[in-house]
């Protein structure tokens, strides 16, 4: 008899911290155990106990083509043959390196890593290496993985001085980050004004995707392009989730601002540990071993890894891919809007190209702290009443969900149906 979730969470917290690799999959914020992937295909996860689900996680974004993609099974299938891992240059990597400069808009040169963490951590060091300052700007909501520099939160003190956000991170590398609220153009224009000069780099989600699905106001990335030129400051896109995603160039493309430095994970690797950074050809010569900013990495340009995230690109380049999948997350977030609206629930959704957040409250956020100003108990009563109804949510209302080319007509009416008896039940409450 093969073990249950139950069995496996049991297992897992007495040789895991949380009986997790990674936080959120410990479903702390909505309560309840999590439930362990058996396999996954298309839209679908199944459970170890044969449970299946329409999954709007999909791995946190890179399965945007779906799970078990054949062609990227394929893909990967045939390069492990030749061997896993070299530790010397192999063709694929220059093969993902050309895809992605000719993909993202401003994209001349560029660095594979592992994580998303390992390409933001990257090129905050290049950008303070680069300009010889120190200080960054980030925003509250924003995640751009676990490096210290970013595990701050706002802080008192004009310049918003940071302030560790967990233990380990030092006082005095918290006290470099500022941070500012997001969408606030008059904060962005008072840091600036103070210390427009120590800034090295400011970096954001162009979209934000980490704290709920939050959507940048009408010209808020042109003005932040604009004091970064103004005072000599590099801007930073972090498309980690948004690039590949929002349009086949990321959010540069949809909302035309260039960022003078990109990172990149998630559908790059195609399920696969990829991450990646990079820029104008000027900056990143500066890295090792062109340039004096060190930076490294053991399976770095993985070739399995290159293989999969090559396949996964090669399908969100075929004709008609963003367009069939923003008009599917748009029939989802409409779909639930309208169910909620049958039971009088209070709801709202975000939305952009294969990205959505989920609202309880009158209307999406457009701000951290209107992500934070939502009826939690009712997103944790929605998130098990769906997931009982066979829809896996993202386990926590400060998360977007992720729609992939693989969820069709059918799986977005199974959804809508789940929610009518979800929000029926909410309403009852
Ligand atoms: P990773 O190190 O987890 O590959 O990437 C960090 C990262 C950087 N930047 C952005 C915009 C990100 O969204 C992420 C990671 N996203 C989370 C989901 N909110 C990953 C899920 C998790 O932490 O398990």
Same mark, same amino acid.
């Given at each position: 008899m093969p073990a249950s979730s139950h069995e496996l969470f049991a297992r897992a917290q007495q040789r895991m911290p949380g009986g997790v690799n990674s936080p959120v999959r410990a479903f702390r914020s909505v309560g309840g155990e999590p439930f362990f992937a058996a396999r996954a295909s298309g839209p679908w996860l199944w459970d170890v106990e044969g449970r299946r689900y329409v999954d709007y996680v999909g791995s946190w974004g890179p399965m945007i083509v779906g799970h078990a993609h054949p062609e990227v099974l394929?893909?990967? $299938?045939?390069?492990?043959?030749?061997?896993?891992s070299f530790g010397v240059p192999n063709p694929l990597? %220059?093969?993902?390196?050309? +895809?992605?400069?000719?993909?993202? @808009?401003?994209?001349?040169?560029? $660095?594979? %890593?592992?994580?998303?963490?390992?390409?933001?951590?990257?090129?905050?060091r290049l950008a303070r290496g680069a300009t010889g300052r120190t200080r960054i700007v980030k925003f509250e909501g924003c995640y751009h993985g676990h490096g210290d520099s970013f595990l701050v939160k706002a802080g008192s003190g004009a310049l918003t001085l940071g302030v560790p956000d967990s233990p380990g991170v030092p006082r005095a590398l918290a006290d470099l980050t500022s941070t500012l609220p997001y969408n606030d153009f008059e904060a962005a224009?008072?840091?600036?004004?103070?210390?427009? *000069?120590? %800034?090295?780099?400011?970096?954001?989600?162009?979209?934000?995707?980490?704290?709920?699905c939050i959507l940048p106001a009408e010209g808020y990335l042109q003005h932040l392009r604009t004091l970064c030129d103004r005072h000599g400051a590099l801007l930073i896109f972090d498309e980690v989730m948004t690039g590949f995603r929002v349009a086949p160039g990321g959010a540069q493309e949809r909302y035309g601002v260039r960022a003078d430095l990109c990172t990149f994970g998630k559908i790059i690797g195609g399920g696969m540990?990829?991450?990646?950074?990079?820029?104008?050809?000027?900056?990143?010569?500066?890295?090792?071993?062109?340039? @004096?900013?060190?930076?490294?990495?053991?399976?770095?340009?993985?070739?399995?890894?290159?293989?999969?995230?090559?396949?996964?690109?090669r399908l969100i380049r075929e004709p008609g891919f963003h367009p069939r999948l923003e008009a599917a997350t748009g029939r989802l977030c409409d779909g639930l809007e309208q169910a909620a609206r049958e039971h009088g629930v209070t709801?709202? +959704?975000?939305?952009?190209?294969?990205?959505?957040?989920?609202?309880?409250?009158?209307?999406?956020?457009?701000?951290?702290?209107?992500? +934070?100003?939502? *009826?939690? *108990?009712?997103?944790?009563?929605?998130?098990?009443?769906?997931?009982?109804?066979?829809?896996?949510?993202?386990?926590?209302?400060?998360?977007?969900?992720?729609?992939?080319?693989?969820?069709?007509?059918?799986?977005?009416?199974? +959804? %809508?149906?789940?929610? $009518?008896?979800?929000?029926?039940?909410?309403?009852?409450?």
């Open positions: 394929r893909a990967v $299938r045939e390069t492990m043959e030749h061997g896993l990597e %220059v093969e993902m390196a050309e +895809t992605l400069c000719a993909m993202v @808009p401003g994209l001349e040169m560029v $660095r594979m %890593v592992n994580s998303g963490t390992e390409a933001t951590l990257s090129a905050i224009e008072r840091l600036f004004e103070e210390a427009g *000069d120590e %800034v090295a780099a400011l970096i954001v989600e162009p979209i934000v995707g980490n704290a709920n540990p990829v991450g990646a950074y990079g820029g104008r050809a000027e900056l990143m010569r500066q890295v090792a071993p062109s340039g @004096p900013v060190y930076q490294a990495g053991t399976l770095s340009g993985n070739p399995v890894a290159m293989a999969a995230g090559l396949a996964t690109l709801f709202s +959704t975000s939305r952009t190209c294969g990205m959505f957040g989920l609202y309880f409250r009158a209307r999406p956020a457009t701000s951290f702290r209107e992500a +934070t100003d939502i *009826d939690h *108990d009712a997103f944790r009563r929605f998130f098990h009443a769906m997931l009982e109804r066979g829809v896996y949510l993202a386990p926590s209302a400060f998360e977007a969900g992720f729609v992939s080319a693989a969820h069709g007509e059918e799986e977005i009416a199974f +959804t %809508v149906e789940a929610a $009518r008896q979800a929000f029926a039940l909410l309403a009852r409450s």
